[in-house]
């Protein structure tokens, strides 16, 4: 099928059927395959829907006849394939949960469109078992990092552990503590963005800020100032995708290297920064055990560490 990638899964090919004339891509595949609207505009926004040779957006409206092509995502019971993930750390282990320091270049869990490493996958190869809570390529995930965020993020390894976990990041008493470097000076030097986040209205692939979007809210301080940049420490209430990516580019501060959300290439390239300098530093909870607090703590990788060297010596 071409120009499709995708994790190992489902291909299907078949003639749309008259019933589905006019429907758009995402509610036609919900209809056909018995996914979530959510999971079928996942498989669309990774390029996996074609229709009569062309890639289609999950907004497109079908034609009754016209040849379907999708690749779906493996179907549930089937376990995530181990595959070692280079320069994953443990942070904490125990009974109920387990806590990575996620390199730069791994997805939390598989997904449409992914054939990357994975946090989920890289346990598996080391002898971890975890909860078999949750749809199953992303079992034990209680939240997630974007592929190029470093740092630290947990996975639950008991059904207890999964319960309590999601509960407590849907009731928001999770502490989660990020580091961003951005460009320019944020002004106030200290304050919170409260700003809906949903899909851009233009470009599926990225998230913007848009009336009537979900509400995000980001709480930030700057740390340390360079003439050309920002070191911000950041808590999150909310926890969208993207959602400190998209609220310092709406504040015409996005994060050094991230291109996606408008950064400067050349001041990247002078940082020798090669994605965006973003990293969860810090990840505070309630252990589902007991009720004590955890707090874990995960320190720069050599890139972004590097950079701050460049910035702190022209200073």
């Keep these: ?32 395959f018995g996914l979530s609207r959510t999971a079928a505009a996942d498989v669309a926004d990774a390029g996996n829907v074609v229709v009569d040779g062309r890639v289609r957006g999950k907004g497109d409206r079908l034609i009754g006849g016209s040849w379907l092509e999708v690749e779906l995502p493996p179907p549930p019971g089937e376990p995530v394939a181990p595959r070692p993930v280079e320069g994953m750390g443990i942070l904490h282990d125990d009974d109920d949960l387990v806590v990575v320091d996620k390199p730069v270049g791994v ?47 947990v996975v639950a390894k008991s059904e207890r552990a999964y319960t309590a976990l999601k509960a407590a990041f849907k009731e928001r008493t999770v502490e989660k503590g990020y580091h961003a470097l951005v460009q320019g000076h944020p002004d106030p030097s200290r304050g919170t963005i409260d700003a809906p986040i949903d899909r851009h209205p233009k470009h599926d692939w990225r998230f913007a800020v848009v009336s009537g979007g979900r509400p995000s809210v980001t709480h930030y301080e700057v740390t340390e100032a360079f003439p050309a940049a920002s070191l911000v420490d950041i808590r999150l209430e909310t926890g969208r995708t993207h959602q400190i990516r998209v609220h310092f580019s709406a504040l015409r501060h996005p994060c050094v290297g991230d291109m996606t959300y408008g950064a400067d290439p050349t001041l990247a390239a002078r940082l020798g920064v090669e994605r965006q300098w973003l990293h969860a530093v810090r990840l505070g909870f309630p252990h589902p055990a007991d009720g004590r607090w955890v707090d874990l703590t995960s320190d720069y990788p050599p890139d972004l560490a590097g950079a701050l060297a460049v910035l702190r010596a022209e200073t």
Aim: net charge neutral; no cysteine; glycine share 16%.
């Design 1 to 32: 099928m071409g120009g499709m990638t995708s994790v190992p899964g489902m291909h299907r090919a078949l003639p749309v059927p008259d019933g589905l004339e006019g429907q758009r891509v995402d509610q036609a595949l919900s209809r056909l």
């Design 107 to 153: 997805a939390a869990h598989p997904s449409p469109g992914w054939d990357g490493p994975t946090v989920i996958g890289g346990l598996a190869a080391a002898g971890y078992r975890i909860s078999t809570s949750g749809a199953a390529e992303r079992q034990g995930v209680v939240h997630r990092l974007d592929a190029a965020t470093t740092g630290v993020m």
